[in-house]
Every structure is written in C-alpha cells, then in structure tokens.
T-cell receptor
C-alpha cells in the first residue's frame, strides 16, 4: 500500500465553521490531489498540487482552498462549511509520466483511506 | 467533455458466477483507462489499467480490454468470490493539468455483492 494517511478519518461539524483536512504521504510523490465522493457522482477533483506551493483548481473547487508547504503534506480547507460539503474526501498521490523504450507511460494515482465529513 | 458511463448497480451474483461490468467512455483524444476497486470503509485501489487500444489489463483474475472502436473497457472475471464484494469504478485519464498532473474522470461506480 502507498504510504498515504488522512486525518481526521471522521468529522462532524456545524454549518459556518472552518474545517481543515490533512493528507500526509511518505512516498515523496510530486503530485497530490483532493477528491470528493458522492453517491451517483463517482469521485470529482477539487484541487491538486504539482509541487510545493504549486496548486490549481479542479472541477468542483468552489468553497475550498488548499495549501502545500512541504512535499509530504497537502491540506484542504473549507473556510465556512456548508451542508452541501457533506461528503467523503479522498487524497491521492502520483508521480509524473515516464518514458521507456520510446513509449509513454501515464501516471497512476494512489488513494488514501478517506475522511468522512458531516456538516450539520 | 470527457465522461465515463458504467452499468447501473447494484449487481448481486452467486459465488463462482461470471462477472461483467460494462464501462464506456467519451473522450476527445486517446485516454488511459483504469478500473479501481473500493472495499467497505477503505480508499480506492488500482485494480488494472490499459494505456492504449487493444491493451488488456489484468489482475487477481479480473481482465479488461481497451476497445477503441466501441469506446469500451468492460471488466470481467470468470469466477467471482465473496471477497470480491466491493464497489468498482471505471476511470479515464486524458488531459494534462498544470505541471503535467493528470485528472482522473470517474464513472459513478458499480456495487458488487457476491453471495456464498
């Protein structure tokens, strides 16, 4: 298993409160991602990072911010939680695609165990 | 845009039955294709992948073939076990994001239950 941990694993909070989720990796992978998982939607990308202090938005970034001050940690912050942000949040990591024998190999993403967040 | 469509679940089978979970995709280029599996209470694990047309990915008795002509990547297993009960996600990777990161586009998932 890839060395990815997420904390907390479960959290219940109230509408309007700030929440920070942490993803920690021991693999020294360059790329890190935050997804949310909702019934009927699979997983959707919130934000991602392509290096320390390098982050960008995914398809469902509204209401979320991220920070990456060191390679191993990627933080997801809900500045003011809403009930629509009740979800399961997954962190993922990957390495850049590499080339071997003239062909290109795409990266593979490895996922953490998830954080179940409930906003009341 | 890119999208992945999986067969609706849940799917319930008896042990040793044959499994097929259909997956089709829409993409503007030539994506890499993946199957991930999620066991109860856990994160997603890569099950298998294929990076170009006619490639066959295989792992733990599961197989899927990248069919460009039908834009499909159906998951199959000849004889399922109770331990295969999980949610299965089909996904594609196509566009490079900033810094050459990759976005995975997921299907909605198919719940499989295998009964003894």
């Amino acid at each position: 298993d890839a060395g990815i941990t997420q904390s907390p694993r479960h959290k219940v909070t109230e509408t309007g409160t700030p929440v920070t989720l942490r993803c920690h990796q021991t693999e020294n992978h360059r790329y890190m991602y935050w997804y949310r998982q909702d019934p009927g939607h699979g997983l959707r990308l919130i934000h991602y990072s392509y290096g320390v202090k390098d982050t960008d938005k995914g398809e469902v970034s509204d209401g979320y911010s991220v920070s990456r001050s060191k390679t191993e940690d990627f933080l997801l912050t809900l500045e003011s939680a809403t009930s629509s942000q009740t979800s399961v949040y997954f962190c993922a990591i990957s390495e850049p695609p590499h080339h071997s024998g003239g062909t290109s190999s795409t990266d593979t993403q490895y996922f953490g165990p998830g954080t179940r967040l409930t906003v009341l | 845009g890119n999208s992945v469509t999986q067969m609706e679940g849940p799917v319930t089978l008896s042990e040793e039955a044959f499994l097929t979970i259909n997956c089709t995709y829409t993409a503007t280029g030539y994506p890499s294709l993946f199957w991930y599996v999620q066991y109860p209470g856990e994160g997603l694990q890569l099950l298998l992948k294929a990076t170009k047309a006619d490639d066959k990915g295989s792992n733990k008795g599961f197989e899927a073939t990248y069919r460009k002509e039908t834009t499909s990547f159906h998951l199959e297993k000849g004889s399922v076990q109770v331990s295969d009960s999980a949610v299965y996600f089909c996904a594609l990777s196509l566009f490079a994001l900033s810094g050459s990161a990759r976005q995975l586009t997921f299907g909605s998932g198919t719940q499989l239950t295998v009964l003894p």
